[in-house]
C-alpha cells in the first residue's frame, strides 16, 4: 500500500478515507441536519486508489463488504513484505478489527481476515498483543471440518506462532482446541495438517496435553502422517509420539495401532535416514516392557538395533540406540536376552568413542544392565570399569553424571568392582566430584564411596584423600537423594576412630545433627545410623548432644510415624558414650557403665529439654538451685597423658578447651580406697568397706530420725558461694545424702573395679545395688545364685539390704 502498489477499491464515494473524515470535521450544524434526512439514493460504482496502511486500516470498519473484503487482502499481502510492516499495521491499530473480522459473517472478509491475522501473527510484538486481545476463542471456533481450508490454514499458522508462549497453550486447552486440532491432522491440505502438528507439538511440552492427545484418539493420526510426502510433517510427527509416549499408556495404543511396525519400517528404510534418530527416540520410550521388546525381535528389530549401535559416523543415531538399549534393559528379562546377544562387550566399546553423547548412552546402559549379576562380572573381565573411570575427568557435567551413577550401581554388592575401581584410583576423583555443583553426581559419587568403604584397605585410602571434609557440605543440600547417599557413606566411613575426630574438626556433626529434624524416612533412617556409629567416641557424642541430637532423638522415639530402631540405636548410642546425660534422662547407670572424669550430675531432667555442657553450666552465674555434683578424679600423671593425647587429637572447633577445678580430696578418697579396700579378698567386706569410707568422707552415719538436722543443705550453698560456681566437686562436700554417697561410691567402686549400679530415686534419693554370692567364697556350701542387695550409705553404712525387702524399700523410698 505505497504509491508504487496502489490498490483498488469500489467505495460509496470517491474521496479516500481521510478526505471523508476531513469533511465530517468540517460539517456545521446543516450537515448534521443533512444526515438525519435518510438517502435512498446511492453512488455509481467508483473506483479509487489507497496509497497509504493508515487508509486501509481505516477501512477495515467500513459496514460495506466490498470494502472490507478488499482491505484484508490489502493488509495480507502488505503484512506478507516483512516484519517492519507488521509492526506498522501493529501501530495502525489493524489487530482489533480483524480479530473481530475473523467472525464475520461473510465467508469471503473471514477468510481474508484469518490471512492477514495469520501472516501478522509471525511476529513478536503482535503475538504479545494477540495474548492480551484473547482471540483464541475465536479462532479455535472456526476450526470445523465445515470451515473454508484457507481458514484452516491460516487459523492454524496463528495459533502454531501463539502456542510457543506457555499462556497460551493453556488457552488453547482449556478451550478445547485439541479436538478439532487432531481432526486436522487428517486434513488433506498439507499446510493445514503441517500447522495443527505443529501446535500439537508445542501443547505435548505439557503433562495434561500428552494424557489428553491419547485420550483424544490423537496417535492413529499421528502415525498416518509418518507415510507423509513432507520430511518436515514426518520430523514433527516423529517429535510429538516422542513427548506423547513418554505416557506408558501412550505405549500400549501405539503398540495395538501397529506402531512398532511403522516405526521399524522407517527404521529399516535408508531413504529416510533423516529420521532414524527421531524415530530410535519414540522406541526408546516404549521399551521398557518385555512386551514391546519382543514385538520388535519378532520383526528383527534388534538386530537392526544393534546395527545402529554400531553404525561409525553417525553419533546422533549411535546414542539414541544406545539409549534404546538402556531402556530396553530396565526388565529383568530383558537385561537376560541383552546378555545373552554379548550387549556388554559392544558398550564397553562405546565407552572409548570421541563422541560425548555416545559415550553418556552407554554409561546410562551400563548402569542398567548392571542390575543383572552376570553382567556386573562381564564389565569387570572387559575392562569397563576403568573406561568408566577415566570419563569421570570429562568436561561435560552430563558424562559425569552418567559414569557415576554407573560406578553406582556396578560397585553395590560387589567387592570385586569395587577393588577395580580402587585399583584404577577412582576413589580420588571420586572424592573430588563430592565438591561437584550437580545434585546427582554428588549422590552418585558418595553412593559409590559407600560402597567401596566397606573394605578397610579402601576405605583407609578414601579417608586419606579427604573424604570427610568433602562429605560436609553434601550433609547441608536440599536434594533427597544426596542426604540419604552422604549419610550412609559418612556411616561407612565414620567406623574409623581418625574419621571421627576429622569430622569433628570438619564442623560435620552439626549438618548432621540437623538432620534430625527431616520427615523423609531415608534421610532420618541414614542419619540416624550415622550419629549412632559416630558416637562411639565421647569427644563426638558430647558434640552431638551439645546440637541437641538427644532432644530430637526423644522427640522422634515419642512419634509413632517417625520413630524406628535407628533413631532407638542412635539413642542409646548416645547416652552410652555420655554417662552424664544418661544419668539425668535415664536415672540409671549399669554396672556395666563406668564413671570416668569429666562425669556430672545435673540432676533429674524432663524428657525434650536440653542437658548443658559442663562448661556451659560452669559459666552461669551462681543461682538457688541444686549444685552440679562433678567427678574429677584425674591425677596430675593423668593430665599429662591426657595433655599429650589432646595434642594428637582436635578439639572441638566451637570452643576453646576448658578445665575443670582439681579435686584433690577425690584423689585422697581414692588412693584410700586402692589401699585399703582391694587388698580384701572377700567382696562382702570390700563393699562393707568401701561404704564406711564413702559414709565418713560425707558426714557420717545419720539415724533416720535426725535427718531433717543434718546441715546438708546450708552446706552445699555455702560451697557455691565459696567457689563462685554451681559446679561443685564431689570430694569438697563433707556433709552429703543419698544423692552424693550413691554417686561418691560409684565413682570409688568404677576405679578399683568393684562392680555396682547407680539408681536415682524421688526427693534426693540415690542408691547402689551390688550382686554377691552368699556363703564364704572358698566354701562348698557357697549358693551359686547370687543375690542383689542395697548397700546402706546413709544409716547403717556397710549394711546389706536385700533388695526386695522391706528395709530396702524403706531405703529407697522413705
Known sequence: MTGEDPVMFLPRLNQNAEERLSRRHRMGKKGKKERETPCTETFEPLTFEGKTPATIVLLLSSPEEDILVKACEAIHIFAEKGDENKVCLLGLGALEPLCQLITHINKLIRRNAFMALGIMANNGDVRIALKKIDVIPSIIDKLSLEEDVVVHEFATLCLASLSVDFVCKARIFDNKGLPPLIQLLSSPDPDVSKNSLEIIFNLVQDHQSRLAVRELGGIPPLLDLLKSDFPVIQQLALKTLQNVTTDKDACNTLREEQGFEKLMDILSNMEFRDLHAVALRVVANCMSDSESLQLIQNGGGLTRLMEFVLAPNMPEIQSNAVKCIARVAQSSENRELLNEQNVEKVLVELLSVADISVKTAACQAVSAMSFHLASKDSFRDLGGIPAVVRLLSNDSLVLREAATQALSNLTHSNQLNAFAVYEAEGHEILVQQLYGSCPRTVANSAATLGNMAGQEVIRCSVLSHGAIQALVEPLKSTDTQVLVNSTLCLAVLACDTEARAELLSARGLHPLVNLLQTYDKEVLHNACWAINVCASDVPTAVEMCKFGALEMLQQINQSATRRSSFSK?????????????????????????????????????????????????????????????????????????????????????????????????????????????????????????????????????????????????????????QLQSNVVPIGLISRGIYCHRALLFKCLADCIRMSCTLVRGEYNRAWNEVVLFNGNPSSKERSSKPCRYIVDLMHQPGSLLTASTLAAVHYQTI
Request: glycine share 4%.
Open 569 to 721: 540405636l542412635a539413642m542409646i548410642s548416645l547416652l552410652n558414650f555420655n554417662l552424664s546425660v544418661k544419668y539425668s534422662l535415664t536415672g540409671h547407670l549399669a554396672s556395666t557403665e563406668v564413671i570416668s572424669e569429666g562425669f556430672y550430675d545435673a540432676g533429674k531432667v524432663p524428657a525434650g529439654q536440653r542437658i548443658l555442657t559442663l562448661k556451659e553450666l560452669s559459666e552461669q552465674p551462681v543461682n538457688k538451685q541444686r549444685p552440679i555434683i562433678v567427678v574429677n578424679a584425674a591425677t596430675e600423671k593423668k593430665k599429662e597423658d591426657d595433655k599429650r593425647k589432646d595434642e594428637t587429637q582436635p578439639e572441638p572447633p566451637t570452643e576453646k578447651p576448658w578445665k575443670m577445678m582439681d579435686d584433690v580430696s577425690l584423689q585422697i578418697l581414692l588412693k584410700k580406697a586402692k589401699e585399703f579396700i582391694i587388698p580384701l579378698s572377700d567382696e562382702r567386706e570390700q563393699c562393707a568397706a568401701l561404704a564406711r569410707l564413702v559414709s565418713e568422707a560425707m558426714g557420717g552415719a545419720v539415724e533416720m530420725e535426725k535427718m531433717h538436722e543434718f546441715p546438708w543443705v546450708l552446706h552445699l550453698a555455702e560451697l557455691k558461694i
